[in-house]
């Protein structure tokens, strides 16, 4: 079932007149794609490190909150412990060896992908924007980045990560300035007449 909403002439002229803060953006996230697909294995491990590093927080956050609003009530204190323990394991695993990570994690970075290249093609399909053709095709490249990440698990776990990030960058980017160019003669032809 795809819904459908309807955008206001109002919204797209308000679209329309910040086209280039989106067509920046747009080119910022095409740019750190190139980079992210030049440099698939550094971007593969930093992405595991950094990733790491958040589970490390979460799980320090977490162990705060156990130590100091949990404590002494029971089941909670204990539950809330493990889950500050498992956050910490994680992430000191990832950080430590973010090799053996990039392969637990690139089999859940191709599930991810399928799931929101669906959702960024119903997205496409049921809202219609400027130039919604590139969303489609970006929901497209998407859902299939996401099936050959799983095709390949787990031989190319060390840089498949890095560079299916790097090509969604590069389409996300490109679909940005698209949209923009298009809300940009939407102004130009609303302003001639």
């Known amino acids: 079932m795809v819904f459908s909403v309807n955008v206001s002439t109002h919204d ?10 989106f067509f920046i953006w747009g080119l910022a996230l095409f ?4 980079f992210a697909v030049s440099a698939s294995t ?6 595991i490190i950094l990733l790491g590093i958040l589970l490390l927080i979460s799980g320090a956050v ?3 909150d156990t130590l100091t609003f949990w404590r002494g009530k029971g089941s909670g204190f204990i539950l809330h ?14 950080v430590a060896n973010p090799l053996a990570g990039s392969v637990s994690i ?9 799931c929101i290249g669906i959702f960024r093609i119903i997205f496409s399909l ?16 998407t859902l299939l980045l996401g099936i050959l ?4 698990w787990p031989a190319s776990s060390l840089f498949v990560i890095g560079l299916f990030v790097g090509i969604d960058l590069l389409f996300a980017g490109w679909t940005y300035m698209m949209i923009a160019l298009a809300a940009r003669n939407l102004i130009n032809r609303s302003a001639s007449t």
Request: hydrophobic letters at 65%; a positive charge; glycine letters at 10%.
């Open 62 to 64: 977490v162990l705060v």
């Open 42 to 47: 550094f971007t593969t491990l930093v992405t």
């Open 149 to 152: 990440i799983t095709a390949s």
């Open 106 to 114: 690139t089999l859940f970075l191709g599930i991810m992908y399928i």
């Open 126 to 141: 049921s809202l219609q924007l400027l130039n919604w053709g590139w969303s489609l095709f970006n929901g497209i490249i």
């Open 12 to 21: 797209l002229y308000g679209f329309g007149k910040n086209w280039m803060s």
């Open 81 to 94: 412990l493990i889950m500050a323990i498992l956050y910490l394991a994680a992430g000191f695993i990832l």
């Open 31 to 34: 740019l750190l794609g190139l």
